[in-house]
């Protein structure tokens, strides 16, 4: 995996979303691990003053190398270190608020996160994201998070809704989405991901494959509208621009 991933050149992604809550840190935190497990050098800025990821992080053996506090103002100086070092991919959980500093994060990103929960107010607040991220020129991608798992394998409608929802948003809507999972919760008050908690399990595999469309969108690997098995929408890449949130019904 490590050889196909062929990391040359440091990457940086910008997690980022105007509602509290929606799941930045549990994005930031989780791809970072499993950037990590699969031979990808990264290592995750917490530009949150709240400082969650710190506070998930901080205690592991392994945090001297992995977490790094910084601040709107320091992201520069904390890349430039980063590529130094030799890291292949650095993260940034950003806060709600200010959107002065969200913006300072988006400006140094490769690529940005836009997490949402599928609720109105969420996907509200993505489409204020995404004309942060379209502003300032960045590439970006909407990540639904918090997502009720598929029953009898039919995808729940609230997630239908909001992959419609957010058809025009103006950025593709990552088809690997993250289910609501106790684990996430359960893996934060262990100082993990939920890789680490149980690898096997569902929570673990939706990270993956996550991180997986995302790696290959840093690449610019812009892949067709494919169907992952995660990916129960057939929503595609989405891109066309300036429209806003569709109603939910
Ligand atoms: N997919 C999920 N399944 C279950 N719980 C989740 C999931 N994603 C996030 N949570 C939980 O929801 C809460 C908020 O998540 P998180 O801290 O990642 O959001 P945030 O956007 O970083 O919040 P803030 O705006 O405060 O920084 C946490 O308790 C987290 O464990
Ligand atoms: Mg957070």
Known sequence: MEAELGATQMKTLAVVSRKGGSGKTTVAVNLTMAARAMGVKAVLADADPLRSACDVLKGREDAASLIFETSAAKLFALIEASRRAGADLLIIDTPAVPEADVAEAVKVADLCLAVARPTYLDLAAAVRSVTIIQRLGKDGLIILNQCAPP?????????????????????????????????????????????????????????????????RRLRSERPAPVRSANDDHGRGWTTRPGLTLAPIA
Not at 154 to 167: D, I, T
Not at 209 to 214: H, K, R, S, Y
């Open 151 to 215: 029953r009898n394998g039919v995808e729940p409608p609230q997630v239908v809704k909001a992959f419609e929802a957010l058809r025009f948003a103006g950025l593709p809507v990552a088809s690997a989405v993250l289910r609501s999972r106790v684990g996430h919760q359960t893996a934060f008050a262990q100082r993990r991901s939920v890789l680490e908690l149980d690898g096997q399990a569902a929570a673990a595999a939706e990270v993956r494959a996550l991180f997986g469309e995302v790696w």
